[in-house]
């Protein structure tokens, strides 16, 4: 019934949030934040898999950050912050 692994939500894996804050890093996030994240990243391959993924968005959104900040690019941040703090 397409359970696996992946879809489990164990309680150490991370969250698209997560790794998002994480890709932000020193904005938004604790040192001990970022210390289980990445120890986490380094033992779950479904999780590095996911942060590649996000990292190569986030590149091409940090090149747009380099220009004077978007609305789109201000409200995703806004967005990011407000969900992290729920
Ligand atoms: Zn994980």
Known sequence: MGVTLDSINLDGC??????????????????????????????????????????MFHDILFSELRKPISNRVRNLVKGLQNQHQE
């Open 14 to 55: 991370l969250g698209d949030n997560e790794i998002e804050l994480f890709l932000l890093q020193g904005y938004f996030l604790e040192q001990k934040q970022k210390e289980r994240i990445n120890q986490h990243l380094s033992v779950c391959s479904a999780c590095f898999r996911r942060y590649i993924e996000l990292r």
